[in-house]
């Protein structure tokens, strides 16, 4: 069964769930198409976990310095890469709220999101 649509929206990086929350609300049929998880590159996989990475590590640094920073504290600094990791891949808090495809979307007129790859021809 063939579907017909006003415009096709393939990938979510920073542009794609903007332009088809656009297109649905001026009354367009919308598709949107993404591999996996919304937010693209950026969000998912390049500048934001490698940033929580680098914040985390940072922390780590500067709490071992603290005599340097004017406060002291029991113990040795330690990393606890388990969590790190977790508040790289959202841990619910930072960013994966954005990953389910409906921040941002249209209520009504709600792009049709069909599960998969997508290629032109």
């Known amino acids: 069964m063939s579907k017909q649509y006003d ?3 393939i990938g979510t990086g920073q ?3 903007a332009l088809a929350a656009r297109l649905a609300k001026e009354g367009m049929k919308v598709a949107i198409i993404e591999r996996k998880l919304f ?3 950026c969000v998912n996989t390049g500048c934001i976990p490698t940033k929580t990475l680098v914040s985390s590590a940072r922390a780590a640094h500067v709490a071992r310095r603290g005599d340097e920073f004017g406060f002291t504290h029991d113990g040795s600094v330690t990393v606890d890469m388990k969590r790190v ?3 790289k891949d959202g841990g619910g808090r930072l960013y994966g709220r954005n990953r389910s495809g409906e921040t941002g979307l249209p ?3 709600h792009p049709f999101r069909p599960p998969g790859h997508s290629h032109l021809l």
């Open 85 to 87: 990791k977790e508040r």
């Open 39 to 41: 937010g693209g590159t």
């Open 107 to 109: 209520a009504s007129g």
């Open 7 to 9: 415009a096709i929206i």
């Open 15 to 17: 542009s794609g769930p």
